[in-house]
């Protein structure tokens, strides 16, 4: 299994998917075929988001085809070498992947050596749940369930800051609440311009900041530095 | 019908709920008796905090028993005067009441004229669904689906901004993207410090701040100032 999982797509003074480009291209290595899953996209066109990664990923000849536009989406999935799931909103990206039953379709898939590559929700899908979110319920998803590609949680634009006089919960608060209803779960708090690598049964962090861990029995969230793994068991 | 639905509990400054005080005085006119529903407190034991309620209210003389302490929730419900339901995760909230039957029984002892005062979470949970909640989904709430009591949605602590250099969703892109998928729903971005107070069909805008009226026919969320009333159909 090969997943790269980004936090997120643009980083501040970047252009979209720049800080992508090199652990992309890196995983690729001259592979041009990819899927493009536009689901998370709600108000985005989903020709226009297609565009939009194709462009970005343009300096790495990658063909980028949009899975929306494909006859038959399960077959392309079945026979996909790269699938790429952009970032938006969870809950549309989990309710458009299970009406047309991709989700079991990408899990056999990734399985099989195709490899993974998402940002935001699109990282998001490849946890075992859709539970560390920060977007709206906007539509039912069918079930909280993902793909369950790894064994823990991203929890992607992570941060614990709120804006400035601001009451409501702060990142931390909302972690720790997921672990008390959900003490079995480990959450990688991911901030923005880092990601993880994902192959030989070990995520591994890369970017330029350290990532919080969160389980249960950490009564402070731990400090991931980048180089660090979790093993997938 | 009476309601109070208010943004948040604390507000900077000031006491747990003290900024409720005077509306929730002026409402319950003297009576006392009180259901607390702590369900949306994910962490903190719903025995303090019926207790930390029970403690703000006393400038009222209210006196305020919580829901799981009593023998028959829904028989507790049903003879009630006023039912009072907590903020925290929106989620565990509506899981709780559900998994208990509530939801319903709610409905109809308010539609009777149970007096209801909800916060945060115990506002949303008055709306139609969950929709429009800024929680994390930490459970599945067997349906987005909430007490309907009012016929629009309100985001709680609404606010437009983002700490520092974040590229997360601004809350407009959020309520933007709902709207986009739930054409048919309005939105009052209700800002900390400010309530609603529904009575003789109507809800009206109360406290400090202007609040935001999101509807898809709407190029630019709508302001609506203090005493601001919209018409339950």
């Not at 108000?43 to 462009?55: C, E, F, G, L, M």
């Not at 079945?78 to 938006?88: F, K, N, Q, R, S």
Request: aromatic share 6%; with cysteine.
């Amino acid at each position: 299994m090969q997943l790269l999982l980004l936090s997120n797509s643009t980083c501040p003074g970047k252009s979209y998917l720049e800080h992508a480009i090199a652990p992309i291209g890196e995983l690729l290595r001259g592979r041009r075929q990819a899927l493009f899953v536009p689901f998370a996209g709600v108000i985005v066109d989903w020709d226009a988001y297609t565009d939009k990664v194709r462009q970005a990923l343009t300096p790495l000849g990658v063909d980028v085809m949009g899975i929306h536009r494909t006859a038959d989406a399960g077959a392309a999935i079945a026979t996909a070498e790269i699938i790429i799931v952009g970032g938006g909103n969870t809950f549309h990206l989990v309710k458009h992947c299970r009406d047309r039953g991709l989700l079991r379709a990408i899990h056999r898939r990734v399985q099989e050596g195709a490899t993974y590559i998402g940002w935001s929700a699109g990282a998001n899908l490849a946890c075992p749940t859709l539970c560390t979110t920060n977007d709206m319920p906007i539509v039912e998803p069918g079930g909280f369930d993902a793909l369950g590609l790894i064994n823990f949680q991203i929890n992607p634009h992570y941060t614990n800051q709120l804006p400035a006089g601001h009451q409501g919960e702060t990142r931390q608060q909302r972690l720790d609440e997921l672990l008390r209803a959900r003490p079995e779960m480990t959450v990688v708090g991911l901030p923005e311009g880092d990601w993880l690598t994902v192959a030989d049964g070990a995520a591994t962090l890369a970017g330029p900041y350290d990532a919080a861990l969160y389980r249960a029995d950490l009564a402070e969230p731990g400090v991931l530095t980048p180089g660090s793994t979790i093993t997938l068991k």
